[in-house]
C-alpha cells in the first residue's frame, strides 16, 4: 500500500498539472503499471456482493437439499436460481405486475421468461398452506410495501421444520421504481418477524461489510457523477482504483468487526443473507 500511496500522491500531482523532472516522470510510469493491476483489480467495484455473494450463499444451500424436496421461489422474477434447483421439485411464483420491472443486475430485459406456477400479490400467493420444504424470497422485501406481511405469507407456505431464505439489502438506493419502498431490513427486523411468525433464525450473513460497502459507493461514483473540468478522467480513475483497493484489504482485514476499534465496522453492510426454519 505505501506504493499505491506514492502512486496516488503522483496522480494528484499530475491532475493538477504539476511540473515533473525526468526521474519523477519514470517513477509515474511505474506507478501508471501498478494503478493499471489495481484498477483491474477493483473493476465492477460498484457490484461488489451484489449478486455475487448471495448467489454463493443460495448455491451452497441449495447442494444440501435432498433430491425430491418441494421449493417455491416466492416472486422469482427471471428465475435466476433454477439451475440450482433441477434435482427438486421447484415451483415459482411472481406477483402482478412484476412485467413492467427489469432486473437489470442479471441481464433481465423485456424479452425475459417469466412464466411462472403461481401468482398474485406477494403477501397473498395463490400456492397451497404449508407445503414447501424450501420457500426463497430474495431481494424482494424492499419493493413490497409491507414486507412483514410476505414474511407471513412464506411462514405460511412453509411446511413445519422448512426452511425460508431471505436476501434483502440493508443500504439501498431508490431502484425499479415506483416500486422501491425501504431502503432495507437490519438483524432485528428479521428477529422481530422471526418471534412474530413462529420462526427462528439458523443464520444471519452479511452480503458485504462496511468496507465493502464503502468500495461500491467509491466505485459507483464513476458512473454516478459527471466529469471534472480541467481533472484527467484516467486520472479519477486511478484514484478510485486505489480507493477500492484501500477499502477492499480493510475488509479482509477488518470487515466482520472482531479485530476493529470502528464501530462502522459492524454497524454497516450491504445487506443481509437470513436463513429461518419454521417451528
Avoid at 400456492?127 to 409491507?146: G, M, N, Q
Amino acid at each position: 500500500m505505501k506504493r499505491a500511496a506514492l502512486c496516488l500522491l503522483l496522480v494528484c500531482l499530475h491532475a493538477c498539472g504539476a511540473q515533473s523532472s525526468s526521474r519523477t516522470r519514470a517513477r509515474r510510469e511505474s506507478c501508471d503499471r501498478t494503478l493499471a493491476d489495481i484498477a483491474a483489480a477493483a473493476e465492477g467495484v460498484a457490484s461488489i456482493g451484489n449478486p455475487s455473494t448471495r448467489d454463493a450463499w443460495m448455491q451452497r444451500f441449495a447442494q444440501s437439499v435432498p433430491a425430491g424436496a418441494r421449493v417455491i421461489d416466492v416472486s422469482a422474477g427471471a428465475k435466476p436460481y433454477a439451475h440450482l434447483w433441477t434435482h427438486v421439485d421447484y415451483l415459482t411464483h411472481e406477483f402482478d405486475g412484476n412485467d413492467r420491472v427489469i432486473d437489470a443486475f442479471r441481464g433481465e430485459s423485456g424479452a425475459s421468461a417469466k412464466k411462472h406456477d403461481f401468482s398474485g400479490d406477494v403477501t397473498r400467493t395463490t400456492a397451497p398452506s404449508a407445503s414447501f420444504d424450501v420457500v426463497i424470497l430474495t431481494e424482494v422485501l424492499e419493493h413490497v410495501p409491507e414486507p412483514i406481511l410476505a414474511v407471513k405469507e412464506l411462514a405460511r407456505l412453509c411446511k413445519p421444520g422448512g426452511s425460508i431464505l431471505v436476501t434483502a439489502p440493508f443500504t439501498s438506493g431508490s431502484h425499479q421504481e415506483p416500486y422501491h419502498f425501504y431502503a432495507g431490513f437490519s438483524p432485528n427486523w428479521y428477529k422481530h418477524v422471526a418471534r412474530k411468525y413462529g420462526l427462528r433464525i439458523e443464520s444471519i450473513a452479511s452480503q458485504g461489510d462496511y468496507f465493502k460497502l464503502m468500495a461500491q459507493e467509491v466505485g459507483r461514483s464513476l458512473t454516478c457523477g459527471g466529469r471534472l473540468r480541467g481533472v484527467p478522467q484516467r486520472a479519477i480513475e486511478r484514484l478510485v482504483g486505489v480507493a477500492s483497493e484501500y477499502l477492499l484489504k480493510l475488509s479482509s482485514a477488518f470487515g466482520d468487526g472482531s479485530a476493529s476499534k470502528a464501530e462502522c465496522a459492524s454497524q454497516f453492510a450491504i445487506g443481509y443473507m437470513v436463513h429461518f426454519k419454521k417451528n
